[in-house]
């Protein structure tokens, strides 16, 4: 879809990948890419499997940007929000392979998808919001909320816990951890179990299962644009 961002369709699902540097980064072009890829994704009717590179799928938002000053910490923050917004009603299957590590928006990634695949290893899953002198927002909030149980959401969000891949499974940041090796080929399997789904029952169903989750989550949105977003450190 962009240089950051690549869309790879196949028969029943797309396959989206997020390349941007070392910490494969969220930044504008990189959400402006995966918005693009999931509606080329909808449009052709594709379960997506979502994935970074080797080692790492993001450690979180573009730093540059977001310590260049409030407001464009704001602006990358809310469109990051508005995504996890988009994935949480997204009429598709959404599967994540995580390919290493998932730090604040990469864990938010995870925590916005329908099945999580994370693989074994010394990697970090997590939110470090308040560890970096961030205040955690609204939108963050709830989308935790929304995923986690209320005691790994005060760990989670309150403590900035990080978890290896084994806990992160229990936290609710992934459904189930693999070998490196079978990351790809295990988020396959899953998307060609899921492509039995009738696409209309589970569109319908995920927006009834997670109504009140959206509309808080698109009221904490609205919440955010009236406070500053800074990292303090």
Known sequence: MNEFVSYQPKENYAIITINNGKANAISHEVIEGLNTSLDKAEQEDKIVILTGTQGIFSGGFDLKVM????????????????????????????????????????????????????VKGDFKIGLNEVMIGMTMHNAGIAIAKSRLSEVYVNRAVNNAEIFNP????????????????????????????????????????????????????????????????????
């Open 67 to 118: 310590t260049k000053s409030p407001e464009s910490a704001l602006e990358l923050v809310t469109k990051g929000s508005q995504l996890s917004l988009k994935m949480l009603s997204f009429p598709k299957p959404i599967i994540v392979a995580c390919n290493g590590h998932a730090i604040a928006k990469g864990a938010f990634l995870l925590l916005s998808a329908d099945y999580r695949i994370g």
């Open 166 to 233: 084994k806990d992160a499974v229990k936290a609710g940041f992934l459904d189930v951890i693999v070998p490196e090796e079978a990351l790809l080929p295990t988020a396959i399997k899953v998307a060609n179990m899921f492509s039995k789904l009738n696409r209309k029952a589970h569109a319908a169903t995920k927006l009834k299962v997670r109504k009140p989750h959206l509309k808080a989550l698109a009221k904490a949105i609205e919440l955010d644009l009236k406070i500053s977003i800074a990292i303090d450190g």
